[in-house]
């Protein structure tokens, strides 16, 4: 196993269209770094990169210490589980498996041993001799997976390799993902548009958007810190709120105004940083904000849409003449109807705040 | 489909008998001896083999098949190589000037036969090889590369390029690929272009003519088109060996009917 | 996203793909530019100048637009245009209808497809030579089976190939014969893209099947039409193998079309600038008809020819 490092890495295609920009990462031996992001965010394009499949436009990438910028896909020994799993038609799961250790000429006897241990480890012993053209899709998702085990490759690439599989489906074999991560020790580096599965897997997480990483920590600490407001709204279900606000100091009172309301925010994270006359962003994930009976709490408002997903439910509420909706999540019990005025108490220790130029949050600016 | 009729049964049967009535009427004719050819309708009494006998003893038909075996053969597996890796490279790399030499390609195989004939005739004899096979491959690979190259574009631009891709990860260099990922998922479109260049070379007749300076050289077509009798034109001779030339294409049309068909209605239902 | 190209990173890859690119392609270019394109610009350069082999001491002046007014006050030339004009439309009507009324026997046909396929097919496949020499030997007079079966009707002549008008018969027959199968199969995939449910709404609606034919058919079935007809066009335009072996061009030139009068100025005449300004004509009409289809309908059609 091994460790990557990409150094101020950019891809710049020929019509101009720049999916990478001054990209600088380093993924440390045996953790599972995921890449999230929405489409065209550039993750699949630095998979690609570290992969070899695509020529860096500029800077460097290295594996295990060695400068592999210039390498062929071919001698990086990675090995890729790719979205649509690309397993060979016109052969057997048996052939499939074997075919890269073919490749680098191992004694037969070698390859059947590591092969069946591969099959056994996946429980797919009985599909050797099928074509691929005979699996289901989760059978032909843990060929794909067994074709990079056998490798014992110096890292693991997997390209949204949940994302063709049905949602019943995805939900057991992302356990199974993440088991396996923890059985092999391997360093794996993982592409998704879902934050909820990047979440649960991640050992660290790298948050994309437009061609450039915004943030890069631990699941945990995004979701408590985002750095961005990007990184706030697209991490965490139902999405944090932002509102657009100024900052005003008076004495040991600091207030933020937004549109419809305003709150003293003396216990919001950053709030030290904060200077009068400043104009932010605030945000305040839908889980912090509480709701009560009318009167009761911060801000009144009327219930326009209610969500039921069961554990909990999300209501929409729209507090004074707001464009956008508050989102409030509450653990299931007794919701609001919608056409009810409400009282929504926020968590002030809860609140984010950003700068709105920057878009930053202004603990880790 | 809609519902079956005994109306469109009936019209298919007239049609597949009219169609099939003249070659019946060539075999048959063939079998008859010559100087019952041209009196009157009937079967004849009595087949005879006479003409075949003629066709392979006196006539020496076997240098012309042995001709358009060879030429047919050669033009196409160097058509479907050069072919195969033109094409390849078309679609699977980047590089200036690609639209162009497709048109080119494309464009050439467009010209008119007899527009070319008398310089490559001029160019053939320049470099000797008049009257060899090289002469009758090089015009002909001419006209059937593009065909191959169209054909195995089409295809290729059908095949995502992830697979190439995942053996590449496994570490096949790009040879290793086209060969084992590759050229086995083409192969269906290469079989088809196969079949069709050796028709076409096979049933070719301007060139042949042009381009053999004596009946060692004559492929069939135009050994049978200048059979000379002597007193009179050799029907039944002619006849024999035109079934003669006829049987191979008939039996690769039974063997690969639906691979040909597929072939050529590719380009009309996807346009 | 699915990616038709391959550009993986690799030691100075991408001057090495261009490099190994440009190998690929070599043969393919140069064999196509050495015996397709060369003698093309050397046909146009010959055609501009005066080269009788026969009149080897008048050399190889130069003679600019001669040849072509030449031609162009040749009455045989013009003949010959005509009959190729005359082929073209009279090939094209016959195989058109009747190929599409085999298209849609062919549509029906459930039992022993691949049996009719083949016995269809099989015209398309044989050597024109061969269909020439069949047609010939079955209208050759006296005593061929042509001639035996129209009897003594007043409307058979007495020598096919010797009258000027009839000997057009069997060449239309045969031309037919070898390929409206061909145009069947063309028409036959784009009757198969029809939705059948038009026609069970059309059924429904009491429209009778010749109302059905004209209105849904006929209209959808348009496209495929006019590949079929603009590519046989092109065909039909360039015969040269059918005339040649069955009339040799005769009774004298009454049958001859613009490829064998090119063909006889070159190679019996020996007027070789003559003959390349032939060639240049029938080239450039010929290239006109395949760029319009090309503009119409992409280059697929053209490479499906006939064998």
Sequence with gaps: MAAISLEAVSKVYPNGHAAVRDVTLGIDDGELLVLVGPSGSGKSTVLRLIAGLETASGGRI??????????????????????????????????????????????????????????????????????????????????????????????????????????????????????????????????????????????????????????????????????????????????????????????????????????????????????????????????????????????????????????????????????????????????ARPGERVGLRFRRDRLQLFDAATQRNLLTS | MTRPSWRWSFVTAVIVSAVLFPLGWAVLSSLTPESRLFQAPGLPRALVLDHYRALFDARDFWTPIRNSIIVAGSTTALSVTFGTACAYALVRMRFRGKTLVLAFVLAVSMFPQISIVAPLYLVLRELRLLDTYPGLVLPYLTFAMPLTIWMLVGFLRQLPAELEEAAFMDGASRWRTAWDVLLPLAAPGVATTAILTFLYCWNEFLFALSFALGPDSYTVPVAIVLFRGQYQVPWGEILAAAVVATAPVAAIVLVAQRHIVAGLTAGAVKG | MSRTRLSPAGRGSNDADARLAWTLVLPALAITLAFGFLPIVWTFWESLHLHDLRMPWRG????????????????????????????????????????????????????????????????????????????????????????????????????????????WIPLLLADAWKTTPFVAILLLAGLQQIDRSLYEAAEVDGASAWRRFRHITLPLLMPALLVAALFRSLDAFRVFDLVYVMTGGGPGTATEPIALYTFATLLQHLEFGLGAALSMIVFVMAFVVALASIRLFGGRAFLERSA
Excluded at chain 1, 70 to 91: G, I, S, W
């Design chain 3, 60 to 167: 190889r002046p130069f003679v600019g637009a001669g040849n072509y007014l030449e031609i162009v006050a040749d009455p045989r030339f013009w003949s010959a245009l005509g009959h190729t004009g005359f082929f073209v439309a009279a090939t094209l009507v016959i195989e058109l209808a009747a190929g599409l009324l085999l298209a849609m026997a062919l549509d029906r046909v459930t039992r022993a497809r691949g049996l009719v396929r083949t016995a269809v097919l099989l015209p398309w496949a044989v050597p024109t030579v061969v269909v020439a020499l069949i047609w010939r030997f079955m209208f050759e007079s006296p005593g061929g089976l042509a001639s035996t079966l129209a009897g003594g009707s007043r409307f058979a002549p007495q020598t096919w190939f010797a009258d000027p008008v009839a000997a």
């Design chain 1, 62 to 335: 290295t594996i295990g210490g060695g400068d592999v910028t210039d390498v062929a896909p071919q001698e990086r020994d990675l090995a890729m589980v790719f979205q649509t799993y690309a397993l060979y038609p016109h052969k057997s799961v048996r052939e499939n498996l074997a075919f890269a250790l073919e490749v680098r000429r191992m004694p037969a006897a070698q390859i059947e041993e590591r092969v069946r241990a591969a099959a056994t480890g996946l429980g797919i012993e009985s599909l050797l001799d099928r074509k691929p053209a005979q699996l289901s899709g989760g059978q032909r998702q843990r060929v794909a997976l067994g074709r990079a085990i056998v490798r014992e490759p110096k890292a693991f690439l997997l390209d949204e390799p949940l994302s063709n599989l049905d949602p019943l489906l995805r939900a057991g074999t992302r356990a199974e993902l993440a088991l396996l991560h923890r059985r092999l020790g391997a360093t794996m580096v993982y592409v998704t548009h879902d934050q909820e599965e990047a979440m649960t897997l991640a050992t660290r997480m790298a948050v994309m958007n437009g061609g450039i990483i915004e943030q890069v920590a631990a699941p945990l600490e995004i979701f408590a810190r985002p750095a961005t407001t990007f990184v706030a709204q697209f991490v965490g279900t139902p999405s944090m709120n932002l509102w657009p606000a100024t900052w005003s100091c008076a004495g040991a009172a600091q207030q933020m105004e937004a549109a419809s309301f305003s709150l003293d925010a003396a216990k919001a994270a950053g709030a030290s940083a904060a200077q009068d006359g400043s104009r932010l962003v605030i945000g305040l994930r839908p889980h912090d904000i509480d709701v009560t009976p009318i009167g009761g709490g911060d801000v009144d408002g009327t219930v326009e849409l209610v969500e039921a997903l069961g554990a909990w439910t999300t209501m929409h509420v729209r507090v004074g003449t707001d464009r956008e909706l508050i989102r409030v999540a509450a653990l299931a019990g007794p919701a």
